[in-house]
């Protein structure tokens, strides 16, 4: 297995334009979660769906924030319109369910830089 | 607020020595583990420690979990430069076992 992909690796985007970041999760996983790294927060939990459900989103900063999965090898992270402080790698992570019991592996990230 | 947070922020020391981590979390938990992530990579599981278990090892790598204390930690042995990574311990949620939380994280820098 190739692993969770994400794309764009990088992407730098204008204040208020709308992005796109995109996740393949490994095959066979139920779960599937983003998160946001900065050196300020740290890794921040955003949404994770247990078997294409959304179940917690408490960590979507705003409503600029949306997240979807349509089906169980695709999620896609939006926001609309982006700001500066935006700015952070952003990680899709899969495991074979959600809980602290099973090993969540990690895409290479997506670094975001809004400008 | 965060479930676990690790000890200390920052780690250096010579290729050779061990290391030593500390993770600290506040309620019960069923599961912990611990994660490494290099420079400019995603996260990469080592170890699960379950709250019935005390010890666990893999490799150079040892956990130890003390439930009346909260906390756990993370012992490399032999240090070489390769295990220069941040180490991060991940336990399920206050409120909730279904979700992760991880903690910020301890910065190792093993020196050649």
């Known amino acids: 297995d190739a692993g969770v992909i994400q794309s764009p690796r990088h992407e730098v985007t204008e204040m208020g334009q709308e992005v796109t970041l995109r996740c393949k999760p490994i095959?066979?996983?139920?779960?599937l979660f983003w998160y946001r790294q900065t050196m300020m927060r740290g890794l921040e939990l955003l949404i994770y769906?247990?078997?294409?459900?959304?179940?917690?989103d408490s960590g979507m900063p705003e409503d600029r924030f949306s997240a979807k999965m349509p089906n169980a090898s695709f999620s896609t992270l939006k926001i609309q319109p982006s700001e500066p402080r935006d700015s952070a790698v952003y990680f899709c992570?899969?495991?074979?369910?959600?809980?602290?019991?099973?090993?969540?592996?990690f895409g290479p990230g997506t670094r975001l830089t809004v400008t | 607020s965060q479930q676990g947070e690790e000890d200390p922020q920052a780690l250096s020391i010579q290729e050779g020595e061990n290391a030593t981590m500390n993770c600290s979390y506040k309620t019960s938990i069923n599961n912990l583990q611990w994660y490494r992530q290099n420079s400019g990579r995603g996260l990469v599981h080592l170890i699960l420690i379950r709250s019935n278990e005390r010890e666990k090892h893999s490799g150079r790598l040892r956990v130890t979990l003390d439930t009346s204390k909260k906390s756990s930690s993370l012992l490399i042995t032999a240090s070489r430069a390769a295990d220069t990574a941040s180490y991060f311990c991940?336990?399920?949620?206050?409120?909730?076992?279904?979700?992760?939380?991880f903690g910020p994280g301890t910065s190792l820098s093993v020196i050649p």
């Open positions: 991940a336990t399920d949620a206050a409120t909730s076992y279904d979700k992760v939380i």
């Open positions: 095959s066979g996983h139920n779960s």
């Open positions: 769906f247990n078997n294409n459900v959304p179940i917690d």
């Open positions: 992570a899969s495991s074979l369910s959600s809980g602290a019991f099973y090993e969540q592996y």
